[in-house]
Each structure stands twice: as structure tokens, then as C-alpha cells.
């Protein structure tokens, strides 16, 4: 009898029935013994509301299960990255490789260049968009002393493709109402572009690209014009438009604001 296994985990076992009724005894369980894992092949991505399943994927393929929760602008929580097998499981190299993560906010600050300890590592990370379709993705540093990946020889690169490494697209809420926003004619308001605590949680702006919260400069105003109309936004400490749409599919702020209308 051969078999093949692909989870690596102490206490595995076989058993052998007999199915033809011959009256032989059957032998539930075998010793148990360990499986371990193969040589590291590439890198996986986990966020919130993920969860590792070990010896269930091909690489880049399956080895999680679960769907990633809606953060909300300015809450910081925590991405996991593994070092795996071809088969998804665990498979440590020491210290490394060192890894850096992305993410597609414009105005967030990047974690810093970090190693892996055993295999792993807790990176945090604090978003300030409003968005749908938010991507963080991990790769490897490029160094001979991050060529760990030995399944992926001969470069022994460590793989760092989608879906292992890269999330899928998600949902990221607005936060709590701070203030109300005027935007000019000339004007557009640009959600998530802050100056909050610049360089810790939102990204230093350059000089060049004006003021918070918004893009373009204001149009000058001639007496003798027809009225002006402005926008006036409910944000968020982050510039983010804030709504009271109700908790489901559409709803994108979080705590919902309650929002008096008169009539």
C-alpha cells in the first residue's frame, strides 16, 4: 500500500478495514508518526478573518479558509505572513527571508522591512482610505541572504504570487465623524488624504499636492457671477465622507453615524 501525505502534523495514523467480509480483524490505528514539512517554496498572506489550513493547497493556491473582515480607517490590526511549502504548510528557514508588505491606501504608511521568526510574522497594519477594493500584498526582500526558498530552486527566490501572498480585493469603512469638510468650485474632495500624526499613521503629503482631504485649488469667484455652490462633507479624521447607511451590503461607515434630517 503507498500513500501520500500532504499535512504536516504530529500524530498521524493509518487504519486498515477489511471490506470484502472475510472475517479478518481490522487495525483501527497504526503507530502514530509525524509528518513534516517539505523544503520552504514561497510566502502567504493572512488577514483578519483568515485562517491557515495547512496540506490543503498547491501553491499559490488554497491552504486558507475564511473571508477578511472590513477594518475601519485608523484601526490598526494585524496581517499574518507564513513561510510555506508547495503544499501550504508551515515551513521555517531561520530569520528570514526579510519581508515588506503593500498596500494599495495612497496615504497609509507601509509597514517597515521586517524578518520572518519561525516561519511567521505579525505585521501591523493601519489603513485611512475609504474604499472597495483594497489590496495588501507581501513580497521578499531581493538579497542573496533571503534565498531561503530551496524547493524553488535554482534561484531559491521565495515565491510571493496570488492568491498565496496577495489578498483579495475588500471593503475598508469610514470612521467615527469629526467635522464637516467645504469644498470649493475647483475643488474635489479626495477621501483619506490626511494629516494625522503624518508619518505614523498617515503618509507625510509632499508639497506639491496641496491641502488635506482635497485635490485642485479653489476657482476665483467674480462678483457679478451667478451664486456659488459648495459641498459640504461629514468626514472622518481621515477625510473620508461619512454615511448613516444602514448595516448590510452597502454600508460604509463604521460606527454609524446618527444623522438627524429635518424635513
Known sequence: MTVTLRR??????????DFGASGLSNDPQSSTFTVLAAAPYGLQLLMPGQTAVPGSGNYPNGGVAGAISTPTAGTPFVATVNLV????????AGARPLVYLNTSDAY????????????????NLTLVTKATGTVVRVNPQDTPLDEVCTANGPSNVCLAQAPAAVSSPFRVFAST????????PGETQKPGKCDYLPSVVCRTLGGGEGLPGKD??????????????ADVWLVDAFNNPVSDIAVGPNQDTNPRPSCRRSA
Open 8 to 17: 504536516a502534523a504530529t500524530g498521524h495514523y493509518l487504519s486498515a478495514s
Open 85 to 92: 511549502d508547495r503544499f501550504m504548510n508551515p515551513s521555517p
Open 108 to 123: 497609509d504608511v507601509d509597514p517597515a522591512t521586517a524578518a520572518l521568526i519561525g516561519g511567521t510574522l505579525p505585521a
Open 177 to 184: 465623524a469629526v467635522g464637516l469638510q467645504v469644498v470649493l
Open 216 to 229: 485642485g485649488t479653489p476657482t476665483p469667484y467674480i462678483v457679478t457671477s451667478p451664486a456659488m455652490n
